[in-house]
């Protein structure tokens, strides 16, 4: 550990700029260093450490040692720049904060829910909310710039470093306008949805990929989005003047319905756990009072009454 006693922020800082900038150039314009000099930390850190880091080139290209080391980097000025401003916010009186991040379309009201009454209980904590794709959220978990992400969770919630808890199983629903014309027939299947413009969610996302396979299994192999976008506001709004279709998560098409923003239809097809995904290990003195709201407020979704042909 000789090495971890004489390693310095600055070498974890210039380390993080050097993997931003791609070259040892550019590297050395963002700090104000001239190219030798760059060139000249770097072969510092490298001894210090005792094995290669990066492979130099037209652009550098980090060795496998390289990587490790800037996790580690990544980490430690997480925590550094977070601490930082919490140490700010409290010196001005601010209250302690917690990080959570959701995914873009949102999670009904899991989230607002579980934010009321976690703050009823916890009134001198200040919830900061970040909406995103999975995997930048995850990015951003592992940066130490969130302290949770609730959402929709796959395969990258196993990563090491990372512990996850699956809070229910939730599917994809169908939904329309309060006037569109699908809601005459009795009966509707998703093949009957298939003439009807579409409001999809983005390419390569869970939703997306399963929305595909369900249309392809009903004769919908040809259908082309009129229109991509995660944006629950947007979809809701366009719905209203229009006769597309969309879906989203069961549990939210279930909430937009009973308030009467939309109609969900008697239609929906497996989707895939959602969970919160958190630092394995981390000491954050709330973190864990938080998830247990969490679990209280999925125990209630799944228990609540679904809106009319809606099946969470």
């Given at each position: 550990?000789?090495?971890?006693?004489?390693?310095?922020?600055?070498?974890?800082?210039?380390?993080?700029?050097?993997?931003n900038a791609g070259t040892l150039s550019e590297a050395a314009r963002a700090l104000h260093m001239t190219q030798s000099a760059m060139s000249h930390w770097l072969n510092?850190?490298?001894?210090?450490?005792?094995?290669?880091?990066?492979?130099?080139?037209?652009?550098?290209?980090?060795?496998?040692?390289?990587?490790?080391?800037?996790?580690?980097?990544?980490?430690?000025?997480?925590?550094?720049a977070r601490t930082q401003d919490e140490l700010e916010l409290l010196a001005q009186g601010a209250p302690a904060s917690l990080h959570v991040g959701s995914v873009t379309a949102g999670l009904a009201h899991?989230?607002?829910?579980?934010?009321?009454?976690?703050?009823m209980?916890?009134?001198?904590?200040?919830?900061?909310?970040?909406?995103?794709?999975?995997?930048?959220l995850l990015e951003r978990l592992e940066g130490r710039e969130l302290d949770i992400v609730v959402?929709?969770?796959?395969?990258?919630?196993?990563?090491a470093g990372l512990a996850h808890e699956v809070l229910f199983e939730d599917r994809i629903v169908a939904i329309v306008g309060l006037q569109h014309p699908i809601r005459q027939k009795a009966k509707p299947l998703w093949s009957d949805l298939v003439p009807y413009p579409w409001i999809m969610p983005e390419k390569n996302t869970l939703?997306?990929?399963?929305?595909?396979?369900?249309?392809?299994?009903?004769?919908?192999?040809?259908?082309?989005?009129?229109?991509?976008?995660a944006s629950i506001i947007i979809i809701e709004t366009v719905l209203r003047q229009t006769d597309y279709v969309?879906?989203?998560s069961a549990s939210l098409g279930a909430h937009l319905h009973r308030l009467g923003l939309v109609h969900a239809l008697p239609l929906?097809?497996?989707?895939?756990?959602?969970?919160?995904?958190?630092?394995?290990?981390?000491?954050?003195?709330?973190?864990?009072?938080?998830?247990a709201e969490l679990r209280r407020q999925a125990d209630r979704l799944r228990t609540d009454e679904a809106g009319p042909g809606v099946v969470l």
């Open positions: 550990m000789a090495w971890a006693r004489r390693l310095k922020v600055r070498h974890l800082e210039y380390f993080l700029i050097l993997r510092e850190l490298e001894t210090l450490l005792g094995v290669r880091l990066v492979v130099r080139g037209r652009r550098i290209r980090f060795t496998s040692e390289g990587e490790v080391l800037l996790r580690l980097a990544t980490r430690l000025i997480g925590d550094i899991l989230i607002p829910n579980s934010i009321c009454s976690f703050q209980q916890v009134p001198q904590i200040a919830i900061h909310m970040t909406e995103g794709a999975f995997s930048l959402g929709s969770i796959d395969a990258r919630a196993y990563a939703m997306r990929n399963r929305l595909d396979t369900v249309l392809l299994e009903n004769g919908g192999a040809g259908v082309r989005p009129r229109l991509e976008t969309a879906v989203c929906t097809a497996g989707f895939g756990p959602v969970g919160a995904v958190y630092r394995e290990g981390d000491s954050h003195p709330v973190l864990g009072d938080f998830l």
